[in-house]
C-alpha cells in the first residue's frame, strides 16, 4: 500500500506560479514512476506530468515549456512547479505513484487561475 498526500494548491492570477507537493509514504520502494494528473468540472481526468524511478519525465503538450516535475531524491517527494499559469489550468491536480502496475492516488489539491 502506498499513500500519497499533496499540498500547495490555491488561488492565484494569470501568469503566476505555484508549486505542488506530493509526499508518499507506506510501500514506496516498489514505485515506478509518478506523476501529477489534474481533472477540471465536467472533464476527465487528465495527464499532466510524470517522472520515472530512473527521471525520466514527460509532459502534456498543453504544459510543456510552463510546468516542471521533479524529486528530491529517488522516489519521494514529487513537486510539480508550475510558472506562467492560465485560466484553463484551473483544475483538481492527483499525484498518482505506479506500484507494479496498480495507480495508487492522493486526495487531491485544488489549483484555481483568475483571469
Known amino acids: 500500500q502506498v499513500q500519497l498526500v499533496e499540498s500547495g494548491g490555491g488561488l492565484v492570477q494569470a501568469g503566476g506560479s505555484l508549486r505542488l507537493s506530493c509526499a508518499a509514504s507506506?510501500?514506496?520502494?516498489?514505485?515506478?514512476?509518478m506523476g501529477w494528473y489534474r481533472q477540471a468540472p465536467g472533464k476527465q481526468r487528465e495527464l499532466v506530468a510524470t517522472i520515472t524511478s530512473g527521471g525520466s519525465t514527460n509532459y502534456a503538450d498543453s504544459v510543456k515549456g510552463r510546468f516542471t516535475i521533479s524529486r528530491d531524491n529517488a522516489k519521494n517527494p514529487v513537486y510539480l512547479q508550475m510558472n506562467s499559469l492560465k485560466p484553463e489550468d484551473t483544475a483538481v491536480y492527483y499525484c498518482a505513484a505506479n506500484v507494479g502496475g496498480r495507480n495508487y492516488w492522493g486526495q487531491g489539491t485544488q489549483v484555481t487561475v483568475s483571469s
Open positions: 507506506g510501500s514506496i520502494f516498489g514505485i515506478n514512476t
